[in-house]
């Protein structure tokens, strides 16, 4: 089974600056034939479901605002938010579909510094 | 916007048997495989079971084989997980997640219900 981990684990960020989650992956979970990087992000914000931001490592949901972007591929990837506003509060998850059975990393807690 | 509803949850003893229940509207429901994920209470995101368009393939994750039964009734747009010989770690918030049309066993999931709590406890 391919296990997932994020770091850090938590990190408080002044409105408006950077804020950079990196999640980690046991092994590749990117097909060299199609050029795929089967990894996903999700948003979860207190008392809600998650919600799906990125997809294939770097492509955004509809409607997901464009401060979100993902990069990475074989076992490395990055979540950013480039300008952190209020609303992105929340705990972020790292998933991989490479193979199953579907793995998510443990959670980073976004918080305003 | 496609909307998905559980239902079932609640307060259950060790070894008990629990229903739940995912009422789909909204999108066609028969052509997207399914999943259930659950988050203990402070915890992270667990994939517990899928199952694909027409009910044929179901997968679990290995600490419920055998005790969890995932299905669903296309005619009513509903999924469901049969969770028996329950156990405190069991104890979680029960989502039903869709994984995009035309994706396969292991896959992101795009839409999500607002979950539904079981408590296993004496």
């Known amino acids: 089974d391919i296990v997932m981990t994020q770091s850090p684990d938590s990190l408080a960020v002044s409105l408006g600056e950077r804020a950079t989650i990196n999640c980690k992956s046991s092994q590749s979970v990117s097909y060299n034939s199609n050029n795929k990087n089967y990894l996903a992000w999700y948003q979860q914000k207190p008392g809600q479901p998650p919600k799906l931001l990125i997809h294939?490592?770097?492509t955004r949901e509809s409607g997901v605002p464009d401060r979100f972007s993902g990069s990475g591929s074989g076992t490395d990837f990055t979540l950013t938010i480039s300008s952190l506003q209020a609303e992105d509060v929340a705990v972020y998850y790292c998933?991989?579909?490479?193979?199953?059975?579907?793995?998510f990393g443990p959670g980073t807690k976004v918080d305003i510094k | 916007e496609e909307e998905l509803v559980e239902s079932g949850g609640g307060l259950v003893q060790p070894g008990g048997s629990l229903s739940l229940s995912c009422a789909a509207s909204?999108?066609?429901?028969?052509?997207?495989?399914m999943s259930w994920v659950r988050q203990a209470p402070g915890k992270g995101l667990e994939w517990v079971a899928n199952?694909?368009?027409?009910?044929?393939?179901?997968y679990y994750v290995d600490s419920v084989k055998g005790r969890f039964t995932i299905s669903r009734d296309n005619a009513k747009n509903s999924l469901f997980l049969q969770m028996n010989s329950l156990r405190a770690e069991d104890t979680a918030v029960y989502y039903c997640a869709r994984a995009p049309y035309d994706s396969g066993r292991s896959y992101f999931f795009d839409s999500w219900g607002q979950g539904t709590l079981v408590t296993v406890s004496s």
């Open positions: 909204t999108f066609t429901f028969y052509t997207y495989w």
């Open positions: 998933q991989q579909y490479y193979t199953p059975p579907i793995s």
């Open positions: 199952i694909n368009q027409d009910g044929s393939d179901k």
């Open positions: 294939w490592a770097s």
